[in-house]
């Protein structure tokens, strides 16, 4: 019973000494047919994000008549989606014909600090373009020396600004982690809530640290975003009829863009009961259908989107031809 004992032990010791070198995501789906169906949709679906995204960019960059402060944070909002997005699809594709689908524990902590980074980015800018339809609609004579060039490149400073700060307080509580037993992630990609879950010591305190963080801010921005647009529908109610319906088309995309981003986040990082059977649809659907609506929703619900689209068709078809 001593050897056993003594043996069981070292056993023990030997474990609680490894360290934890990479983690294991166990992915969507263990059916291989479906891997197949789900890689087939997901690499359309990437293939839209970039394309939709890349679209939006170079047509606010080329065309003059969108070069405005809206314009300007819906291309930066499509660069941030972009990117969001790339943190994590591409990997989640090329895992759908991987046995082990494998990440260095270096590796889970890039893919924390880049989604926290351009996820905090993106809420900073969302708040911005919500202020921004605030004071076009709301003060239309003080717009321009308002929302001039250098109060739109000090926006996206500080969007990034926060979104680093952010990202790098997140990153704070999982990197001194001891991580030494299990080591599988019931996702497709690293996230901090489910990655302190596989800590060697006790997360409580950490859960809600986390809460306190993500959580307070997603639902504050949210808000606050909440409380600007039913300012700025009800300022609309007094507007002409011409005016109104032109700004109801821009705030209805708005708040659609809103609530697709604001949605899955309240539920992956303030809502205090999770419901598993909702994580991965909901980390899907923040990761890759929301970066992939949003230059949809933009392109169908904007006029100028649209009309900017078909010069810039014409303007390739013309230099197609003269080539």
């Known amino acids: 019973v001593t050897a056993e004992a003594i043996s069981w032990n070292e056993s023990t010791s030997e474990t ?5 070198t990479e983690f ?35 047509t606010v960059v080329s065309d003059s008549h969108l070069h405005s402060p809206m314009y300007f944070l819906l291309a930066n909002l499509s660069l941030i989606d972009l990117s969001l997005s790339s943190v994590t699809a591409p ?33 900073v800018i969302l708040i911005a373009m919500g202020f921004d339809r605030y004071i076009a609609i709301c003060k239309p004579l003080h717009y321009t020396t308002i929302m001039c060039g250098n109060a739109c490149v000090g926006i996206m400073a500080v969007a990034w600004g926060i979104g680093f700060l952010h990202s790098v307080s997140q990153l704070a509580f999982a990197v001194h982690l001891p991580f ?6 019931d996702s497709f990609y690293c996230d901090l809530p489910r990655v302190i879950k596989l800590a060697c010591t006790d997360t409580y305190r950490l859960d809600i640290m986390v809460i306190a963080n993500s959580g307070v801010l997603t639902v504050c921005s949210f808000v606050l975003l909440i409380i600007s647009y039913t300012i700025i529908l009800m300022t609309i109610q007094h507007c002409p009829l011409d005016k109104s319906s032109k700004a109801l088309s821009t705030l209805t995309a708005h708040i659609t863009v809103v609530l697709l981003f604001f949605g899955p986040c309240v539920f992956i990082y303030a809502w205090p009961f999770p ?10 659907f923040y990761s890759v259908i929301t970066p992939l609506l949003n230059p949809i929703i933009y392109t169908l619900r904007n006029k100028d989107m649209k009309t900017a689209i078909r010069r810039l068709r014409k303007w390739d078809a013309h230099s197609s031809v003269k080539f």
Do not use: W
């Open 24 to 58: 294991i995501f166990l992915g969507l789906s263990d059916s291989q047919e479906l891997q197949t169906f789900l890689f087939m949709l997901f690499f359309v679906f990437y293939g839209g994000i970039v394309f939709g995204n890349l679209l939006i960019v170079i």
């Open 91 to 123: 990997k989640m594709i090329t895992d759908f014909f991987s046995q082990r689908k494998v990440i260095s524990f270096k590796g889970c902590l890039v893919q924390i600090f880049l989604l926290h980074f351009f996820g905090g980015s993106e809420m």
């Open 180 to 185: 030494c037993g299990p080591n599988e992630v």
């Open 275 to 284: 419901i598993k059977s909702l994580d991965k649809f909901l980390a899907v």
């Open 16 to 20: 609680n000494n490894s360290m934890v």
